[in-house]
Structure formats: C-alpha cells, structure tokens
C-alpha cells in the first residue's frame, strides 16, 4: 500500500509542478479530485484483493479481475457523474482521467507481477 502512496505523491508533485510553471494545457484544474479518486480506488481494490486472499490463495484470479471491474466501473461513474454536472475543460477531464488510468493499471500490474516472481 505504501507504494500507491508514494506514485500519488509522485504525480501530485509532478501536477503541482506543471501548474506553478503554467503548463496548464494539458492540466485539469481539478487533479487534485481526480488523484484522491485514484488514490481511494486503488486502496479499496487492494484491500479487496487482501482481504480475499487470507482464507485462499487460489482465489486471485477472479479476486483480481473482481477488483479490475470494479475500477472500471467506478471510473465510469467518477466520469458520468462529472460530465452530468458539466464541468469546465471536459475534453481536458476525461483525457487526464484516462492518462492516469493507464498509469495506475500499468502500475498495479508491474507491482503484481513483481510479487509474484518474488513468491514463485
């Protein structure tokens, strides 16, 4: 979990830096919502994920796709519900929600991946 924190941390930085340096084209002035959706979302799949696997470890296949669709589904409701209220910049919303999704999908799989070398 301390993991997850530390890329938030790391892209909060980033977007904080980009915004005093006016490179706020492809900014969202609302990342801050969006980076706490993904930091939330993140801890409570991987809580599901935990907390399915301490009666079975055969169970992390399907704990996992489980915890895939519910990001998913989340997501399109983080989405739906911002667009609903009609938010400024949508283009730019949607195209910083889907540019962080990737990162923390890609994160999420590379840090799994490296726990499962490590217990194989």
Request: glycine letters at 4%; hydrophobic letters at 55%.
């Amino acid at each position: 979990m301390i993991k997850i924190i530390l890329f938030t941390a790391f892209f909060a930085i980033a977007f904080f830096v980009a915004e005093r340096y006016s490179v706020t084209l492809w900014l969202h002035p609302n990342w801050k919502i969006l980076l706490i959706f993904f930091l939330c979302v993140s801890f409570l799949t991987n809580r599901l994920v935990e907390s399915g696997l301490q009666d079975n470890q055969e169970r992390f296949i399907p704990l996992y796709m489980a915890a895939t669709v519910a990001r998913l589904i989340l997501g399109l409701a983080f989405i739906g519900f911002f667009l609903f209220r009609h938010i400024d910049q949508r283009r730019t919303f949607v195209l910083d929600f889907l540019v962080l999704y990737i990162c923390y999908t890609g994160f999420e799989i590379w840090t799994m991946t490296r726990n499962l070398r490590r217990d194989s």
